[in-house]
């Protein structure tokens, strides 16, 4: 077995993929789904393991799908079998095998998982539950099915994809309360992704479900989800930002929640042969499934622990989701005697998800963790900001060349949602999909096959007379939806109201010069926070103090609007200056994290604001209080009619993910 110091100089060795699929273990499925008809061999964990430590290599950018919540098909896992299987891991010998894992350790010599500040005595009591003075047996199993909680980091090939943190606590009115908290990062072409999800569910005393509160999280933008179960039905709420949505389902049977398994297993860990059946709740999906879970045998697994991977003889139990016999999902546990699980897998996946501490789940989950903005991405070619360009002046012009790339395959397709998936306009698929909106000061070229474009971004309008017949550029009539009110953009409210008409009240203003006021007023009012909930009424954001661009840019718009001033919001991406990146790259921990992002232009979500002064399009951005620099390039352009915001956010981030944006000049001075 490879030891510490080994293990960290291959690490250094290591290529990191760029690549990478984060599914979130919340619903113990990912999205992609496509079935599988014939089963598909196991290899065992410890050749898993040795492979995704040591021989990583870059991962097709095919594969670079990242997960979706609603998620419709599944992969179909290899047939239940009602004996024991071989699984993924090294079973222990079928002769004389210990009554526990704990024995089992003790007969082998396998090292022992230390906490930090645990002596090799105090092990036994994490591993096998045999602390050295009992409580009585109704506080143990109270403790153990009520008071937990668990850290886990999820890894594919070595790199940190994402993490999980789940707490259970008994309330004062005996209520089981379940919290659950998850974070990652997902790839698609060149974008890094923020997802998250944060669950609560309430259960009553025996450990039935009642009640769940979501809260999901897919770029710049969140959405909520509230869900009452009763005897005979389950209500689910949603909370679309600009309408409600309402299902109901039927139910005959109390439910358990996502993480059953992990409250089951606490409770009372399986004992050999035994095999354990529930109905389950699966909120993010909206579905209720048949749970079936079978310990398998003893294996000797490689867990993390605070010294690094170690083999360590565990129990093993596969678990069947099925939603019907079409739709299957098998995954695997391997858990202490006490019923923790130290080590997680689903069938068909490289992603292996391993329980930890808190402290190594901060310290390995420190580019997620921490991760800034919703969505960023590395552009090449010129840098933008370099000591001696500082010196030159502010930018003037960028040149971006656009290599349109084919579009990827679809992360899911949602029920319900596929004529959605049908061309709105007489404009070809492959053409539309190669269209960026035009913003005010930027140019495209014409010309070429359509698969490289050139943008030129300025600071100030470029004369006509220079474009000539060269460059497609920003122009046209406003429409009535530029002056509509909306259920986001409700500038009648009395909140918008009074902030309109305190501001740019004096009759010596041009349209141009109230409009600029707006914007400072706006910057002046909120601060910024790059993660907020992206998309709130203009009453809401008024109320509020701080904001991300894609809020402030709604209340500009609805002040806008208030004074009769055409407007639309763009979406785009914004050049991050370095003092804002830091690597996160520690070759001691035992993966190796993945730095924020390589040296170079680091560019992240933001929004703004077009309006229509004195017969010309201006770009306002309510961030920094003024026009936008040539730093900013816009993707999408919407007037907020009869939006459905995720939608939105869903076309803005495949857009941009088939998109290879490369600067070719930066212009800097006067």
Not at 7 to 24: D, E, H, M, Q, V
Not at 38 to 62: H, Q, Y
Not at 145 to 155: G, N, R
Not at 601 to 621: G, M, T
């Amino acid at each position: 077995m490879m030891d510490r110091t080994a293990f960290r100089r291959a690490l250094s060795r290591l290529r990191i993929s760029r690549a990478g699929r984060s599914s979130f273990f919340h619903d113990e499925f990912d999205s992609e789904g496509t079935p599988v008809v014939e089963p598909r061999r196991r290899e065992s964990l410890k050749t898993s393991l040795i492979t995704l430590c040591v021989a990583v290599t870059l991962a097709p950018l095919g594969c670079d799908v990242p997960d979706r919540y609603d998620i419709e098909t599944f992969e179909k896992p290899a047939p239940w079998h009602p004996e024991a299987s071989s699984s993924f891991a090294s079973q222990a010998s079928n002769t004389a095998r210990p009554s526990s894992a704990a024995d089992a350790m003790r007969q082998s010599g396998m090292p022992e998982i230390l906490s930090p500040g645990q002596s090799p005595s105090d092990t036994m009591e994490t591993i096998s539950g045999k602390p050295a003075s009992r409580p009585s047996e109704g506080a143990i199993k109270n403790q153990l099915a009520d008071e937990w909680e668990t850290w886990q980091v999820h890894s594919l090939r070595s790199t940190i994809l994402g993490g999980i943190h789940a707490k259970s606590t008994r309330t004062v009115d005996n209520q089981i309360k379940v919290e659950l908290e998850e974070q990652g990062l997902t790839y698609r072409g060149m974008l890094q992704i923020l997802e998250s999800n944060q669950q609560t569910f309430w259960h009553d005393a025996n450990g039935d479900l009642k009640k769940v509160d979501c809260t999901f999280r897919r770029g710049p933008i969140e959405s909520h989800r509230t869900i009452e179960i009763t005897p005979n039905e389950v209500q689910f709420v949603d909370d679309r930002l600009v309408k409600t949505q309402k299902k109901t389902l039927r139910i005959n049977s109390p439910l358990g929640g996502p993480l059953h398994v992990y409250q089951t297993l606490r409770r009372k860990p399986l004992k050999e042969g035994e095999t354990r059946e529930a109905r389950v709740l699966l909120p993010i999906l909206g579905e209720v499934a048949t749970l079936r879970l079978q310990h398998n045998s003893l294996a000797s697994p490689s867990v993390l622990t605070p010294a690094g991977f170690q083999e360590v003889v565990l129990q093993e139990a596969s678990c069947l989701l099925s939603l019907d016999p079409k739709r299957q999902r098998e995954s695997v546990y391997w858990f202490d005697d006490q019923g923790q699980v130290q080590l997680y897998h689903v069938s068909n996946e490289q992603r292996f998800s391993y329980g930890c501490k808190e402290s190594q789940y901060k310290l390995l989950g420190q580019e997620f963790l921490s991760q800034d903005y919703p969505i960023s991405l590395q552009v090449q070619g010129k840098p933008l900001e370099t000591e001696s360009s500082l010196l030159a002046g502010d930018l003037r012009q960028v040149g971006y060349k656009i290599m349109w790339a084919k579009p990827p395959a679809p992360e899911s397709v949602p029920a319900g949602d596929e004529e959605a998936t049908e061309p709105k306009s007489e404009t070809p698929p492959e053409e539309e999909d190669k269209q960026i909106a035009l913003a005010p000061r930027q140019y495209l070229q014409r010309g070429g096959d359509g698969v490289e474009q050139k943008l030129i971004v300025s600071r100030v309008p470029v004369p006509k007379s220079k474009l000539r017949d060269r460059f497609d550029q920003f122009d046209g009539d406003s429409t009535p939806a530029d002056l509509a009110a909306t259920s986001l953009l409700d500038y009648r409210s009395a909140t918008v109201r009074r902030i309109a008409k305190a501001t740019a009240n004096s009759p010596d203003f041009t349209t141009a010069e109230r409009a600029m006021e707006m914007n400072r007023t706006v910057h002046s009012l909120l601060s910024f926070e790059p993660l907020s909930q992206g998309m709130r009424s203009a009453s809401q954001i008024a109320d509020s103090s701080t904001a991300d661009s894609t809020e402030q840019s709604i209340l500009l718009m609805a002040l806008l609007r208030s004074a009769g001033i055409p407007a639309r919001m763009v979406m785009g991406i914004r050049h991050q200056t370095a003092d804002h990146i830091s690597p996160t790259q520690d070759l001691a921990l035992p993966f190796q994290t993945r730095a924020r992002l390589p040296d170079g232009n680091r560019f992240v979500y933001h929004a703004w604001v077009v309006a229509k002064v004195d017969d010309q399009w201006i770009s306002l951005d309510p961030v920094v209080g003024s026009e936008t620099k040539p730093d900013c390039l816009a993707i999408e352009s919407t007037d907020m009619k009869d939006i459905e915001p995720i939608e939105l956010v869903e076309d803005f981030i495949d857009k941009l993910s088939r998109m290879q944006i490369s600067i070719y000049a930066v212009i800097r001075g006067a």
